[in-house]
């Protein structure tokens, strides 16, 4: 057993995990420099590199290259050269022209920072998008508006881990989507509204945990059903009477059957693991993976250890994001790595087809062997974003990773310190929240924002907007309305308008990041107990905590109970 630095918690490093260690070692002339066991707990592992990545707040500041307005995850405040993404991955610069010498005096971490405030920065992670500015962690989408960690959409708004989805606003974690709104963990649904861990629904409203159902309301743990309220079988005309009951175009009845279908989904069984067609594997939210313990939001992975959001890894452990088609093999500890990524070390945004990076950021299309570099592409043997031969680098990486064991810098990833966004900034803010006084206490940065001043004809509370789309007027779309909750000003797009209207749906109350707070609070955490089965009565692991409410079954036993 070993005590985290950080949160002063024991965790364990079994001997698996340091023949792993061993494996991805990396080697210089024939020579491995083993990776030491970590210093910090998983969690603490995790929150740290989650201080790395901003996915959901924007700011507007001038490009750094052109002086044209941008959109970035860089606050303007911020000392950092930032470039925006067509400028970014242009010829018109090298970064190896901010090469420099190491300096054996000094600390790696420090000249690593310095190096990060010269180099150009990528405004935001994003390719191949098409009228989506207002995007982040985005691939290939169309017509997308405040989505973040999405890839292959169109016409979709406000969301959070959003793949090849249309039309669909206001959803966390949802893949192959159409017309879905207030939906989480949700896969192959469509025209859905208000539901959570389904599959193959359609035409629907406030479901938990059904899959291959069609007009149903509130039902919980059903299979191919349809027609069904509250899980009672109806007619079709039944239905259709019980329906028009609700008065769904209406908030306040909205909300009051919401929190009916709140009450009564308390009443079923819950699965310990989310996810199918998994063997020897622990975690929650896994689809198709052989092998991997204590994984979150994981496809198509094998052998695997404390990954998050992640696709198609192998002999990977300790990354947060992503893996994409091409996936990653033989990576640890890193974020945001993937499409073709191997033997990868203590990195930040490596992707397409790069291999052998260690304590490197943003280095990108076809980069092998980088130490300690930032914003190459296409390059080799670099350290510090300096040229070298093959034989030269070779000698002088083990030399600097020497120097790092002095000053006990080998083996750890890049400290919360360094990191570019402040802790509430962050993606840790959500899974790890921390008040300010907590923040500054550890040493790292906070940042008070102030929301800009909508351009609006008028602000509206969110209390007083009509309660249906039909008494709505067009002239939303100059109003800035003021969330009830937060106070915090938010307006209407027209498109989200055209949305709500296409389904009949009130125009929400809430700011739009009160509403992914909303979502985020209905996930479990990304940890994992041990309880009983409260069926067979048998241990199972799952991230329902021991203290909670929910009737949780081991998946033979669920299994049992739903077909």
């Known amino acids: ?26 080697v210089f002339s024939g020579q491995k420099e083993l990776i030491p066991s970590p210093t910090l707990c998983p969690d603490c592992r ?73 180099v150009p920065q990528l405004s935001r992670s994003a390719s191949g998008n098409q009228n989506s500015d207002y995007t982040n962690q985005c691939g290939w989408c169309k017509n997308c508006y405040l989505i973040f960690e999405a890839d292959f959409d169109e016409d979709c708004l406000y969301a959070n881990y959003l793949y090849d989805s249309k039309k669909c606003v206001d959803n966390l974690q949802i893949t192959r989507c159409e017309l879905c709104y207030e939906c989480i963990d949700c896969i192959n649904c469509y ?25 149903c309301v509130g039902c919980v743990n059903l299979r191919n059903k349809r027609h069904c309220i509250f899980n009672e079988q109806l007619s079709p005309e039944e239905y259709a009477a019980r329906l028009a009951t609700f008065q769904l175009r209406s908030r306040s009845k909205i909300f009051v059957l919401h929190e009916n279908c709140s009450t009564f989904a308390k009443k079923f069984h819950c699965k310990a693991l989310r996810g199918t067609q998994n063997e020897d594997s622990t975690g929650d939210y896994l689809w198709n993976t052989q092998r991997c313990v204590s994984c979150f939001d994981v496809q198509e992975s094998q052998d695997c250890k404390h990954l998050f959001n992640c696709r198609r890894m192998k002999k990977v452990q300790d990354v947060t994001v992503f893996g994409s088609l091409k996936g990653a093999e033989f990576c640890y500890e890193n974020h945001e790595i993937g499409d073709g990524a191997r033997n990868i070390i203590f990195c930040d945004q490596a992707w397409t087809d790069v291999n052998n990076c260690t304590y490197s950021k943003l280095c990108v299309n076809g980069c092998h062997d980088l ?13 510090l974003n300096k040229q070298y031969t093959k034989e030269e ?59 800009d001043i909508p351009n609006a004809t008028k602000i509206i509370p969110g209390r007083l907007l009509p309660e249906t789309i039909n ?56 940890h994992l107990w041990t309880r009983p089965c409260a069926k067979c009565g048998g241990e199972i692991l799952t991230s329902f905590a021991p203290d909670r409410e929910e009737s949780v079954l081991c998946e033979a036993c669920y299994l049992n109970e739903v077909y």
Request: contains cysteine; proline residues 5%; negative net charge.
């Open 1 to 26: 057993m070993l005590t985290c630095k950080q949160c002063a918690s024991a965790f364990e490093i079994s001997q698996n995990d340091l023949a792993f260690l061993e494996e991805v070692s990396p």
């Open 46 to 118: 995790q929150r740290r590199r989650l201080n790395w990545r901003n996915e959901r707040t924007l700011y507007r500041r001038t490009c750094s290259s052109t002086g044209k307005e941008i959109i970035s995850v860089y606050a303007k405040e911020k000392p950092y050269k930032v470039f925006d993404n067509d400028e970014w991955h242009s010829d018109k610069w090298d970064a190896r022209s901010f090469g420099r010498d190491f300096d054996f005096g000094r600390p790696f971490f420090e000249q690593f920072h310095e190096l990060f405030l010269a």
């Open 191 to 215: 025209h859905l509204h208000f539901s959570q861990n389904c599959q193959n629904c359609s035409d629907s409203w406030f479901l938990t945990q059904c899959i291959g159902c069609s007009e």
């Open 371 to 383: 130490f300690g570099c930032i914003g190459l592409k296409h390059a080799q043997y670099c350290v």
């Open 393 to 451: 680098y070779e000698q002088l990486v083990p030399k600097i990773i020497g120097h790092m064991r002095k000053t006990s810098e080998w083996g750890e990833f890049f400290p919360v310190e360094l990191s570019p966004f402040a802790y509430n900034e962050s993606v840790a803010q959500e899974y790890f929240p921390l008040s300010k006084k907590e923040v500054i206490e550890n040493g790292w940065a906070w940042r008070d924002s102030v929301d």
């Open 471 to 526: 008494e709505t007027p067009d002239d939303i779309l100059q109003w800035a309305i003021e969330c009830e909750v937060t106070k915090r000003p938010f307006k209407i797009i027209k498109q989200e308008l055209d949305f709500y209207r296409q389904l009949s749906l009130p125009v929400p109350t809430l700011h739009p990041d009160e509403r992914h707070r909303r979502r985020m609070a209905l996930r479990n955490p990304r």
